[in-house]
């Protein structure tokens, strides 16, 4: 082919997220060339923007916290949270292996956990966040994988999966920064695209019930779900598609021309989410995506308006790279968005913000008024709702905001399915010889381990398990190191 760049390799990986960076190490670490294409200009993925938090078991830092936490109680955990569709089997692997095969890996490449925190459906405190968040827990995993050998080749999409026979032999795609299309053989191809959440008819084909409704795309730029075309198109099996992760605290990007981008913003202390009623309708401090997502979507209209006032704004951070500065918030774009978006009100008066926002004017200062009264009396929690007040305070520093929130598909937690060695799995659950996946195309590992709902952290540390597992096996099936073997926790 002219003007094609031939390139030969024993792992290919398609992706340089959480899932192809972990999985680059295993495979290097077994002695195999690896290169990892990513479409990017830069490796990192959806990871490196995320919170960096993994649910991780038996820890030193739980320890040092004297926190006692088992494998079994984690799993329990797991199982009631997620319900019938996770994978049991995945979960106890996953979970089994956070202290040896994640915890203590990464920091062996590099990485500090530093802190946790509480998050819902956990009986105790396990999130656990590395130094700098995603961005890095990810800087230090690029460097090792390529301190060990590891090529990342960035600016390239990949576009197509060669096969011969039922085999998968190699790659297509094309660099965007030089032009040139490149020719990849590869002795085993993994694929760790990602997910497709910031792709919206992705979203609404695989949840048609939404369709109508103002879904955001909220997912890292690259998860567009190039991946599952892909895979789909060599007959892996798809599986729990209708399983997405959403979040409320998310409102319209303005800047993005399609108007279909949400920005999601966090750690705002005691803003209060009200209806086009002007009434509030939850516990704004439970805002994961299992109690928060489904009771914002039982309003009508399906939105609702996050009322915060100035002193509250000072720790808002907005979760997307235009906002920050590394793993910094950038006070002055903040203050730019809540300043400039068509979707957020602003008024010198909590009277003057209602009728910014059309809501009911009365319903509103009342609901207000009793909740200024809660923190006035110095309640642990609000009444209505039981939120607790510990971080709250009244409403009274003008000016105020109201922003406006809509559901945000966030999360993939259905993917394409494949066995424990993260073999790609086709309808008949036969193994695609060749073909390996990890991370969010694989609903983070297996298809489905989450089930229904996460317990935080359980996105980014499969992700980068599954990888660490694909990595292993991918490697094997290339002639290098015995497969992923591990270490439980038991
Ligand atoms: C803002 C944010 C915060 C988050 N915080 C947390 C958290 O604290 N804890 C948690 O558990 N989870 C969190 N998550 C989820 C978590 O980050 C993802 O589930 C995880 O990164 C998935 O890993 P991955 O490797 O599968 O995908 P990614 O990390 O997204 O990597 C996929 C990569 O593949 C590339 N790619 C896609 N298609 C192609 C192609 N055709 N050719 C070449 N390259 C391609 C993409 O550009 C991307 O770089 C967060 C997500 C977001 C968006």
Not at 158 to 179: D, E, F, H, Q
Not at 304 to 320: F, G, R, S, V
Request: glycine letters at 14%.
């Amino acid at each position: 082919m002219a003007g094609t760049e031939k390139i030969e390799t024993d792992v290919a990986i398609i992706g340089a997220g959480a899932a192809g960076i972990a999985a680059g190490i295993e495979a290097r670490d077994a002695g195999a060339r690896v290169i990892a294409f990513e479409q990017s200009a830069a490796p990192g993925g959806s990871a490196i923007t995320s919170g960096g938090g993994c649910m991780l078991v038996g820890t030193p830092l739980q320890e040092k916290a004297g926190i006692r936490d088992t494998p079994d109680l984690a799993f329990k955990d797991w199982m009631e949270w997620g319900g019938p569709t996770a994978d049991a089997q995945w979960a106890r692997y996953y979970i089994e292996h956070t202290l040896h095969d994640l915890y203590h890996w990464a920091e062996r490449n590099g990485v500090t956990w530093v802190d946790m925190k509480p998050q819902e459906g956990n009986s105790v405190v396990r999130w656990t966040r590395a130094e700098q968040s995603g961005y890095g827990l990810m800087n230090k995993l690029i460097e090792s994988f390529g301190k060990k050998g590891g090529t990342i080749v960035a600016n390239t999409t990949i576009s197509g999966i060669k096969r011969k026979g039922n085999r998968v032999i190699g790659l297509t795609g094309t660099n965007a920064a030089t032009g040139k299309k490149i020719d990849v053989t590869a002795k085993t191809v993994l694929v760790a695209t990602g997910g497709f959440n910031s792709n919206l008819d992705k979203v609404i084909a695989a949840r048609p019930d939404l369709k109508g409704e103002r879904i955001l795309e909220g997912s890292g730029r690259g998860a567009t779900g190039i991946g599952h075309d892909l895979i789909g198109e060599l007959g892996g099996y798809f599986t729990h598609m209708d399983h997405i992760w959403f979040y409320v605290y998310a409102t319209p990007d303005y800047k993005d021309p399609q108007q279909r981008r949400g920005l999601v913003f966090r750690l705002v202390p005691g803003n209060i989410w009200v209806n086009q009623q002007g009434r509030r309708f939850h516990n704004e401090a439970l805002s994961g995506g299992n109690s928060a997502s489904p009771a914002l979507l039982a309003q009508t209209p399906r939105h609702a308006w996050a009322i915060m006032d100035l002193a509250m704004t000072a720790k808002m951070e907005i979760a997307d790279p235009y906002y920050r500065d590394g793993d910094r918030p950038v006070r002055e774009k903040i203050m730019e968005l809540l300043d400039n978006s068509p979707f957020i009100k602003k008024a010198d008066t909590l009277e003057k913000l209602a009728l910014e926002m059309k809501v009911d004017k009365k319903e509103f200062l009342e609901t207000v008024a009793r909740y200024n009264e809660a923190c006035e009396k110095k309640l642990p929690k609000e009444p209505e709702f039981g939120k607790p007040l510990g971080a709250s305070k009244k409403f009274d520093t003008a000016p105020y905001y109201a922003v406006q929130i809509f559901p945000l598909a966030r999360k993939n937690f259905g993917g394409v399915k494949t066995d424990i060695a993260c073999h790609v799995l086709d309808k008949h659950f036969e193994p695609i010889p060749g073909l390996f996946a990890a991370g969010e195309i694989a609903g983070m590992a297996g298809g489905h381990i989450n089930g229904k709902a996460g317990l935080e952290g359980t996105m980014l540390g499969p992700s980068l398990f599954s990888g660490r597992v694909a990595g292993g096996w991918a490697a094997h099936e290339a002639g290098f190191g015995k497969g992923f073997v591990g270490k439980p926790n038991r």
